[in-house]
Structure formats: structure tokens, C-alpha cells
């Protein structure tokens, strides 16, 4: 089975800060890994994936995520802030099984 | 159409009664989901959908939840008897066809709120 754990449900940086996200995932096969927003009252957007290849990925908006498979994370980052990054993110993995298996999500709070 | 729609966007039933929610994939996507987002649960897989081949249902908490999808595209999540638990947001997803090494990315609908009173 697989899972994904989320550190922390709310967090909170000033805008122009480096945002750090906490992604572990469980695996029995190699995974492929995901980064899902969420704005409000919106469907998921995908930020970023990582299925072979370079183990740091570049999504949208400057966000990236480096797959570490000895630390079994998926962190993701951006190195500055941004009002209209506040929003929920979701990390999820994925064998070749298709389904998501989403995180609990991290809610990003952006402050002036 | 230009991405994944779902209707109705919100939805108010009385607990008993049975709700259908649809979800238009991506032109030309042959692969459909539905997961089920809630405070207490998270983000669930319900049923997955893959051209011709039988779904996966195994996501599906009951046997008051069903789905289907017609001639390859539309498809429709039923659930009969709701019960309060079932208040939640139903979100759909397509993508193409999974191509071996490379998953392709599955892009999701606005969501459907369902309340159940």
C-alpha cells in the first residue's frame, strides 16, 4: 500500500520568504510523486511531478521539488513568496496503479 | 470543451434521498476519476475509469455508491440512500491513456458540493 504524510496542516510565511513543504511518502514500488494546489472553491492544479529521470523537478510558478528516495521525501519549495501562492497543497503519489494517494494537504498562509 | 466540467456545482439533498453527479471529461481522454474530499477524510479515490477495461472500484466506501460512464466520455456517480457522512466535495478527474513509464497528468473538475441534510 501507499501513503503520504504531510508535516504540518497550516503554514505560515511572510511574503518574500522561502516556502518549504514536507512531503513523505511509503512505497513498495517506485513511486511517482505529485504536487497539487488547491485555491478556494477550485479544482486541483498540477504544480509539478516526478515520475523518472532528475530527481529535482521545476513546476509552475516557480515552485520545485527534489525527490530523495533514501529519505523517502518530496519536498516542495519556492525561494520567495508570494501573496497569491496562499492556497492548499496537496502532495500525492502513485504506482502504476493510475489513483492518487493524496496527502492531508497543507494549508499556505502568505502574510504582508 | 476546454478542461474537466462537473454539475451541479453545489448540491442540497435530504438525507434518504439518492443524487446523481456528472462529470464531462477532456475531449479525447480516455482514462476517469472520482475522488471524494472531505474534513475528515482528505482526499479519497472512489473509481477509476479506463477505456473499455473494468473499473476500479475499489474505492468506493459503499454499495449505496455506484458509477458509470457512457460511450467512453460522460460519466455519472450515483449515490442511493445518502447518509449525512456523504456531505463532501466530489471531485473528477480524466487524463490520456497511461503510456507504460510515464503517467500522465490527470486534470481535475471544479467539484461538485454535495450537503446532505
Known amino acids: 500500500a501507499q501513503s503520504v504524510t504531510q508535516l504540518g496542516s497550516h503554514v505560515s510565511v511572510s511574503e518574500g520568504a522561502l516556502v518549504l513543504l514536507r512531503c513523505n511518502y511509503s512505497?513498495?514500488?517506485?513511486?511517482?510523486l505529485f504536487w497539487y494546489v488547491q485555491y478556494p472553491n477550485q479544482g486541483l492544479q498540477l504544480l509539478l511531478k516526478?515520475?523518472?529521470?532528475?530527481?529535482l523537478v521545476k513546476g509552475i510558478n516557480g515552485f520545485e521539488a527534489e525527490f530523495k528516495k533514501s529519505e523517502t521525501s518530496f519536498h516542495l519549495t519556492k525561494p520567495s513568496a508570494h501573496m497569491s501562492d496562499a492556497a492548499e497543497y496537496f502532495c500525492?503519489?502513485?504506482?502504476?496503479?493510475?489513483?492518487?494517494?493524496f496527502g492531508q494537504g497543507t494549508r499556505l498562509t502568505i502574510n504582508p | 470543451g476546454a478542461g474537466v466540467s462537473q454539475s451541479p456545482s453545489n448540491k442540497v439533498t435530504e438525507k434518504g434521498k439518492d443524487v446523481e453527479l456528472r462529470c464531462d471529461p477532456i475531449s479525447g481522454h480516455t482514462a476517469l476519476y472520482w475522488y471524494r474530499q472531505s474534513l475528515g477524510q482528505g482526499l479519497e479515490f472512489l473509481i477509476y475509469?479506463?477505456?473499455?477495461?473494468?473499473?476500479?472500484k475499489s474505492g468506493l466506501p459503499s454499495d449505496r455508491f455506484s458509477a458509470e460512464r457512457t460511450g467512453g466520455s460522460v460519466s455519472t456517480l450515483t449515490i442511493q440512500r445518502t447518509q449525512q457522512e456523504d456531505s463532501a466535495v466530489y471531485l473528477c478527474a480524466s487524463s490520456l491513456a497511461w503510456q507504460g513509464a510515464f503517467e500522465n497528468e490527470q486534470y481535475f473538475g471544479p467539484g461538485t458540493r454535495l450537503t446532505v441534510t
Open positions: 516526478y515520475t523518472t529521470g532528475a530527481t
Open positions: 500525492a503519489v502513485s504506482s502504476g496503479a493510475q489513483k492518487l494517494v
Open positions: 475509469f479506463q477505456g473499455n477495461s473494468a473499473p476500479d
Open positions: 512505497s513498495s514500488v517506485p513511486p511517482y
